[in-house]
């Protein structure tokens, strides 16, 4: 198989395991071409891609930008902090706009669950889910299941713990339907305020107790406490999250095994993950930063093969 089974990236739901192992053989390659002396290559020239971003980023937005430099495409960036979104224009208008400008590839970063699904149906470019509120962030969830599979080998047959506030992540969601399509074991762990009361129906198991997690699990990827979505208090303090439901390395050092952790940043350091932590042999961070850019890249380069 040379080709994606579809023509946008709205979520991992939406995609087969063979277009999983698709972008990963093809990031495989492209991780190759960034280590080389010159990083780019013409792959994207005279496509044009515009990055919309109605939330904050650092590293989606980053990591794409630079995926379609490596790539030779021509880039336009949008935020709708600076502007005429605040002068009360639509999210269609908006994007109707951009399109005129010959735009054949939208990344698009947006609070509402479904608004990259939205656009899908009614404009003509491929779309990029770049995460739609607590909905999905594929391509956050493809760079997870890439940097486990470079580091313990392959992502079958491996356990792996998300552990934090489940509740509000789009990471948590598009991880479990990635890391089920590839064959692993997927547990879900926090506070039960913080868990969605039916999550086990997707086939997780679910735990209360992070120490009884991490003795399970081969990976532990920790996720951040998103109180910029919390409406209502769900659980007393951060000092009492951090307590209770926090990583740090005296509970890695009870462990008698080797031990993967992971986080999607940005990390609410000393909250839900200590630095003695994040910043151990353990963690492979940076390693998902790093991979972020092949697997943009992949994404990018086989959804403009499909029009
Ligand atoms: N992991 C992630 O989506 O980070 P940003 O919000 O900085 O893009």
Redesign the pocket.
């Known amino acids: 198989m040379s080709q994606l089974s579809t023509r946008h990236l709205l979520g991992i739901k939406d995609i087969t395991t063979e277009d999983i192992q698709l972008i990963f053989e093809t990031a495989q390659n492209f991780k190759e071409v960034l280590n080389r002396p010159i990083k780019k290559v013409p792959s994207l020239r005279d496509i044009t891609i515009a990055n919309i971003f109605f ?9 794409f930008e630079l995926a379609e430099k490596r790539l030779s495409a021509d880039v336009i960036n949008f935020s709708s902090a600076s502007s005429s979104v605040k002068k009360g224009e639509t999210l269609i208008d908006t994007v109707n706009n951009i399109l005129s400008m010959k735009v054949d590839m939208v990344v698009m ?1 947006h609070s509402s669950p479904g608004s990259p699904h939205f656009l899908s149906k009614n404009i003509k470019a491929n779309i990029i889910n ?2 739609d509120g607590t909905h999905e ?1 594929p391509t ?1 969830a493809l760079l997870d299941a890439f940097s486990i599979r470079e580091k313990l080998g392959d992502v079958a047959g491996k356990k792996v713990a998300i552990i934090g506030d489940i509740l509000h992540s789009r ?1 948590a969601l598009s991880n479990i339907f990635c890391l089920q399509k590839l064959g692993a074991e997927v547990m879900v762990c926090g506070p039960i305020t913080l868990l969605p009361k039916h999550i086990a129906s997707l086939g997780v198991k679910v735990e209360y107790d992070v120490q009884k997690a991490l003795e399970w699990c081969d990976v532990a990827n920790v996720l951040r406490i998103q109180l910029e979505r919390q409406q209502i208090k769900y659980f007393p303090s951060l000092r009492e999250y951090s307590l209770y439901f926090g990583v740090n390395k005296k509970m890695l050092d009870r462990l008698d095994k080797e031990i993967v952790i992971m986080h ?3 990390i609410n350091r000393g909250v839900e993950l200590n630095s003695d932590v994040a910043d151990s042999e353990h963690s492979i961070i940076l390693n998902q930063v790093e991979n ?1 850019v092949a697997i943009r890249m992949a994404v990018l380069y086989l959804l403009a093969g499909v029009k």
Not at 55 to 63: H, K
């Open positions: 939330e904050n980023s650092t590293r989606t937005r980053l990591s970063r770049a995460g962030h956050q990471v999607p940043g940005p972020g």
